[in-house]
């Protein structure tokens, strides 16, 4: 067995990995670098040939999971994409955004580049468009969790549940190989215990190796108080001064939580009964996913539906279809809770919704989700006084908030709790998807405080298996 690192290596995004064993050359992951300095990954050739790969697994639909399978087939790659059910799904509807969005961006960039007479670093076209995903989607093939699927003789593999998103997965081969066994586990990205959609993370008890992600290794994601008790307070602080509380949301998970969350609000009349817009063409679609696959949702979603009470459906709620709607929104002057993507504020409808709250100081807007550096998001959230949004310069006058404890991702807690179901250590333990430090430092503590053999291996770096 040989593993290579194609991405995730010292960094959070890109993730791939690429496994040689028992006669299969098998990737897992094959997601898009979103980290500026990583960028130019994106437009290269891959690191292995395309052609050569016979299967491509996929753990979830995040585009840093995902999001270069489109260019993948487009170089070459033929073979067959093995993934859940709900991710089958929820990728298809990822991926033809990831397109649509990036030739929208490339037609700007043209145009603006013209204007410039320059021009930037990438070629001004979109890295696949919606005929590239159109190519792709036929090669995937649904499995089931916990089922054993058979690569080859010598090699084969379950998907056990993630608990990160719907139809998240983590990996586990079994490869019988040179008169010997060995068990791999990916653990894809680690969800948090006790939400109210995803299950809880599988765990294992035996592995001979374990490649794991690391992506908040460093910290916790507390808040002062419950979900629900912040929300409660800043919805009833925000409608009794007149303003609006607008959320940026990221369309897979989060919209849908938010919802949840807002329709026991609301059903308890714990919240003033004011409108709630869910404004996102890909959240509506991702909602729809949701009700497709209830039956992969945790025991509490999955009674609610049953019951008839689907969190997608509560007094007040208005799901959003066209731009006519979206802009209604604006011309209302009663308090509402507006939910619209992008989760960081990049683009989509959440900029018209900022624009017109970002300067009334009795509106609030709360962030649900992480905002990456150099975003409009994280300029608000660090209090930035003026920001520019669709070509005008605004003061920030609203409320900014944010609650910490929506996160997908295991937090420093979880990963420990994780690790402690192994019953003997693995004989390595390969720490990935990470800021580079933390990557470092959390394979130095499995080190010291558990005694293992851990690392946080480097792009490209190569390790044999035996
Ligand atoms: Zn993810």
Redesign the pocket.
């Known amino acids: 067995m040989r593993l290579t690192f194609l991405g995730a290596a010292r960094q959070v995004t890109g993730s791939c990995y690429f496994l040689e064993a028992g006669g299969m050359k098998v990737l897992v992951d094959c997601g898009l670098y979103q980290e500026r300095p990583f960028l130019d990954r994106n437009w290269g050739p891959f690191p292995v040939p395309p052609a050569e790969v016979d299967v491509l697994l996929l ?4 585009l ?2 995902s999001g270069l399978v489109p260019r993948l087939v487009a170089q070459g790659f033929s073979g067959t994409i093995l993934t859940t059910d709900a991710t089958s799904d929820l990728v298809s509807i990822a991926l033809m955004d990831s397109a649509r969005i990036q030739g929208e961006d490339a037609a700007f960039k043209q145009r603006r580049h013209a204007k410039e007479g320059r021009s930037g670093a990438h070629p001004e076209i979109p890295l696949y468009t919606v005929e590239d995903v159109q190519r792709a989607m036929p090669l995937v093939d649904e499995v089931p969790y916990d089922g054993e699927v058979a690569l080859s003789d010598a090699l084969s593999f379950r998907f056990r549940d993630a608990g ?2 719907l139809g ?1 997965a983590m990996v586990e081969f079994d490869c019988h190989e040179n008169g010997g066994s060995r068990r791999l586990v990916f653990s ?2 680690i969800g948090q215990w006790d939400k109210p959609f995803v299950r809880d993370p599988s765990v294992f008890e035996r592995a001979d190796y374990v490649v794991m992600e690391s992506t908040y290794a460093d910290r916790d994601h507390e808040d002062p108080k419950s979900i629900p008790e912040l929300l409660t307070e800043i919805v009833a602080d925000t409608v009794k001064a007149g303003g609006n509380v607008v959320i940026p949301t990221f369309a897979i998970e989060r919209a849908q939580e938010l919802m949840f969350y807002l329709s026991r609000l609301v059903h308890d009349k714990a919240i003033p009964a004011v409108p709630v817009y869910l404004d996102s063409p890909m959240a509506r679609e991702v909602t729809d996913a949701f009700r497709r696959h209830a039956a992969d949702l945790d025991a509490e979603a999955r009674s609610l539906f049953e019951a008839g009470k689907s969190p997608f459906d509560f007094p007040g709620l208005a799901i959003v279809r066209t731009i006519e709607e979206s802009k209604a929104i604006n011309t209302q002057r009663a308090p509402s809770i507006i939910m619209a993507g992008s989760g960081m504020c990049t683009g989509g409808r959440i900029k018209h919704h900022l624009l017109y709250n970002l300067g009334r100081p009795e509106s609030t807007i709360l962030f649900v989700g992480y905002q990456a550096e150099g975003t409009l998001g994280r300029q608000i959230l660090e209090g930035e006084p003026q920001v520019r949004i669709l070509g005008q310069t605004l003061a920030v006058r609203a409320r900014v908030a944010k609650i910490n404890s929506f996160s ?2 295991a937090d420093r807690k979880a990963l420990g709790r994780w690790l402690d179901a192994f019953r003997t250590p693995p004989r390595r333990l390969f720490v990935t998807h990470g800021d580079a430090d933390v990557a470092v430092r959390f394979a130095e503590r499995a080190r010291q405080e558990r005694g293992w053999a851990a690392e946080a291996p480097a792009y490209l770096d190569s390790r044999d298996l035996d």
């Open positions: 753990t979830h639909a995040h840093d999971h990160h998103i998240s894809g990205d997908a991702h």
